[in-house]
């Protein structure tokens, strides 16, 4: 799979002949409490050094809340709690000559246990690490805004109000 970034003008030629194509990914930013301190959880894709967040496609039928857990689920062999949504990623990038516009919406989560099986091949190393050390870690700027905003909702306890929203969503 060849991914390259947008710019210039043969990049400019190529859009204009294809059509956009939309995909639509939902993931987690799970801390885990540990003494004083709040734990993140970051992960390494195999074959690749970029960390970031566990993320993935959003199935057909199946809904952003439920792609998060799974894909948390399958990524890091983690079983979270949702707390409620922090923010989305939007952006384009060219895979296979298409333009691809792609939404991909985080929801905060707090870790309830190791699942059995662990993560999935997909996954190389996952870490968690403090805050700071989190943030150097990831990648994008995208993630490490998105990691302001999850210790922001968290220390502000607005996820904790959040979550009743979401429930009621799912009945």
Known sequence: MEVQ?????????MMED???K?????GGIVFKP??????WLVLKPAGN??????????????SSVAAS???????????PELLGK??????????NNQKVFKTVIFYLMKYLKQTEIGFNKETEKIAWLPFLKAKKRLAFNKDQDLLEKAKKLLSHGEAAMAKPILEKKKK
């Open 22 to 26: 939309r995909e639509f990914s939902a």
């Open 34 to 39: 540990k003494g004083k301190e709040i734990l």
């Open 86 to 95: 922090i923010g989305e990623e939007k952006y384009f990038f060219v895979e």
């Open 69 to 79: 857990k799974r894909e948390v689920r399958e990524e890091t062999g983690i079983e």
């Open 49 to 62: 050094e970029k960390w970031r967040f566990p993320k993935g496609k959003i199935n057909s039928a199946e």
């Open 18 to 20: 294809k059509k956009l």
């Open 5 to 13: 970034l947008l710019s210039g003008a043969p990049a400019q030629n």
